[in-house]
């Protein structure tokens, strides 16, 4: 059973930086990749980024050089470093964990899933 805990959320005005992390316990196979999603009151849950067993990354068009995905060596901590903040990206955010390796933004693609922290950016 995997269990994905996130942490580092919070309120900050536009412009501002944010780092969150998702503690990993539990069998993850080096198989495995990893995401952060968010989901805005009343919308639906958008992927934001992704990285797969190879390092390699794949972000939503609308936080592309502003977010850096990572992990560390041992795939123990995923990270999500927010720089630039918008209004439009409050919202919970959430770590997951694909099984069986998919390299997607779309959410039904994972199917482990924190419990969320929530960033809030205010103008």
């Known amino acids: 059973q995997v269990q994905l805990v996130e942490s580092g959320g919070g309120s900050v005005q536009a412009g501002g930086s944010l780092r969150l992390s998702c503690a990993t316990s539990?069998?993850?196979?080096?198989?495995?990749?990893m995401g952060w999603f968010r989901q805005a009151p009343g919308k639906e849950r958008e992927g934001v980024a992704i990285?797969?067993?190879?390092?390699?990354?794949r972000y939503s068009v609308s936080v592309k050089g502003r977010f850096t995905i990572s992990q560390d060596n041992a795939r123990i901590t995923l990270y999500l470093q927010m720089n630039t903040l918008k209004p439009d990206d409050t919202g919970m955010y959430y770590c997951a964990a694909s099984e069986n390796g998919w390299f997607s933004l779309r959410p039904e693609m994972f199917n482990y899933w924190g419990q969320g922290t929530q960033v809030t950016v205010s103008s």
């Open positions: 539990g069998y993850i196979s080096s198989r495995y990749s």
């Open positions: 990285i797969n067993r190879n390092g390699t990354t």
